[in-house]
């Protein structure tokens, strides 16, 4: 049984760091792509990163330089370092495999100005 399980977020004033997690069990994360999407109220869901499982990395405009997707092969864990957050990164926080059902349940990610 496939589950993924993101945590690490929180509020945080702007500019602030918040670094999610996402760990996995029934899969192995490394020879995957991985992505973390969030959506915020009102809005569609985005890609916000995706690693693959060579390491290479992609990132939305929106948070490029500022956030880090990385990969623990050893935990089975895929992180997301979210750092000089602004406001308009609230949302809740997936983790994924893109194009299956295999979504974790989302952590919320709240910026304060």
């Known amino acids: 049984q496939v589950q993924l399980v993101e945590s690490g977020g929180g509020l945080v004033q702007a500019g602030g760091s918040l670094r999610l997690s996402c760990v996995a069990s029934g899969i192995t994360l490394r020879i995957l792509h991985m992505e973390w999407h969030r959506q915020a109220p009102g809005n569609q869901r985005e890609v916000v990163a995706g690693i693959s499982s060579g390491g290479r990395t992609n990132y939305a405009d929106s948070v490029k330089g500022r956030f880090t997707i990385s990969r623990d092969n050893a935990k089975n864990t895929v992180y997301l370092q979210m750092n000089s957050l602004k406001p308009d990164d609230t949302a809740v926080y997936y983790c994924?495999?893109?194009?299956?059902?295999?979504w974790g349940q989302g952590t919320q990610v709240t910026v304060s100005s």
């Open positions: 994924g495999l893109p194009g299956t059902r295999y």
